[in-house]
């Protein structure tokens, strides 16, 4: 054989799996494929503010390189180490329909990937990339779930200056559990959370004080905490500072620096501030994107409530609206905002 065949199938004999992997079982995710006990790298955890997905139960699973370090010099966006995986999984009706998986691959760089699982529920296999699986279960009568494209994930988690992570960090994963934030789910034993991070040796640059004292929402009321950590988790992915849509000057981030309720992002910003986004029955230019006292007149509300696909908010990964945190923002906005005039105030007669 030719010395240049040689070398070419000695290349490909090495050359790299094809990436993502056919199947979820090469992810790395468990130890037995039988009985889906995970692999020992992989650690369970739970963020205390979870995004709404028409209620389905989820199972989340990190794996950190080898010795490698998360870099929390940045409080609110923390930086991973090359190779860091996460993983996902959906289940409806107590069935597992999805798992997704994120990896990065490169300082700037995440793949992302989802598996959907066989109607036997022993296997999980690489869904369309371009397409996803659009309307692929029913999860309520006439209601069916999307399995996401790449692009679909690459809208909610990709943004400026930031990694694709979205539900793994400080305030996420702190010890300080919000007992109101809506569809919480319990703190996982043993899982990688915040202190475990902090005893194992797997932050840098992490302010002390986190040992002391977990990082909580500065929030005027526990009420108005558990609004803050829900506006976080579902909306800050896209209204934030930074992002694209910053032009738009509605941040729901939650920030650890803010030191009270009042400094919050989402309070300055959404508070008693005029809307863009004009709600059908109030007068022209009075819509207000919170408005308080007032829940007809606050379009965040209108919008987190409405399913058509233009108004609705988040735009996408849910298809049936979130009641119970509807109802959280609607009693907050009705019992706990002051009717105080505010100069953002189109009407200025609050
Ligand atoms: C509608 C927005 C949205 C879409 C679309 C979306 N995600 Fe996410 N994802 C989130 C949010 C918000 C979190 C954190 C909150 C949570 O886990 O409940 C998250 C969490 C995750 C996690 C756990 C790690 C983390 O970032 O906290 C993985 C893995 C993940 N998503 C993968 C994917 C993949 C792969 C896709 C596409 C197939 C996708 N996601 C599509 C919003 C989205
Ligand atoms: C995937 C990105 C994305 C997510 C997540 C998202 N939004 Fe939006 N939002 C947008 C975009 C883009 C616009 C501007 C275009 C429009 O109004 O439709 C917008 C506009 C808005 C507006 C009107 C802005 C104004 O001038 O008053 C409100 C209110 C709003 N969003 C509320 C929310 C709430 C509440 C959530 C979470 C429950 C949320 N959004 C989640 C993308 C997003």
């Known amino acids: ?10 290349l490909a004999a090495d050359a790299p ?39 389905a139960a989820k199972l989340r699973w990190v794996a950190l390189p080898k ?6 010099t940045d409080p609110d966006a923390w930086r991973f ?10 289940s409806f009706g107590g069935r597992r329909v999805e798992t997704r998986y994120i990896e990065k691959t490169g300082e700037q760089t995440w793949l992302y990937a989802t598996y959907v699982w066989s109607e036997d529920q022993r296997e999980a296999t690489l869904a369309p990339a371009a397409k996803g699986l659009r309307n692929h ?12 494209s790449v692009a679909d994930c690459r809208a909610c988690h990709e943004g400026a200056g930031r990694d694709a992570v979205l539900g793994y960090g400080a305030l996420q994963l702190s010890s300080s559990r919000d007992p109101l934030a809506p569809h919480a789910e319990p703190a996982i034993a043993g899982g990688l959370d915040l202190d475990a991070l ?11 004080a986190w040992r002391t004292t977990p990082p909580a929402i500065a929030a005027d009321s526990p009420r108005a905490r558990a609004v803050l950590g829900y506006l976080h988790a579902n909306c800050s992915n896209c209204h934030n500072d930074q992002d694209p849509i910053a032009s738009v000057g509605l941040s729901l981030r939650a920030s650890l620096a803010a030191g009270s309720g009042s400094d919050q992002p989402a309070m300055r910003t959404a508070v008693g501030v ?28 209108a919008r987190m409530r409405a ?21 959280l923002i609607s009693d907050w906005v009705r019992e706990e905002l002051q009717r105080t005039a505010s100069a953002t105030d189109p009407l200025g007669k609050l």
């Open 274 to 301: 005029g809307s863009k986004f004009q709600l059908r029955d109030v007068p022209a230019g009075q819509t207000l994107r919170l408005a308080p006292g007032d829940t007809e007149r606050s379009a965040v509300l």
């Open 137 to 148: 279960v029913e999860i309520a009568p006439g209601v069916r779930h999307d399995i996401p």
């Open 17 to 55: 799996q094809p990436w993502p992997p056919p199947k979820l079982s090469d992810t790395g995710l468990y130890r037995d494929d039988a009985t889906l006990a995970v692999a020992d790298d992989v650690r369970a955890f739970s963020p205390q503010y979870p995004l709404w997905s028409d209620g």
């Open 1 to 10: 054989m030719a010395p240049a065949l040689l070398l070419s199938a000695a």
């Open 81 to 90: 180490p090359v190779g860091t995986r996460f993983w996902k999984q959906f």
């Open 198 to 208: 902090l005893n194992e040796g797997r932050l840098k640059n992490a302010p002390d």
């Open 67 to 72: 010795g490698s370090t998360i870099d929390a």
């Open 307 to 327: 399913r058509d696909g233009m108004s609705q908010m988040p735009p996408t990964g849910s298809k049936l609206p979130d009641n119970a945190a509807v109802q």
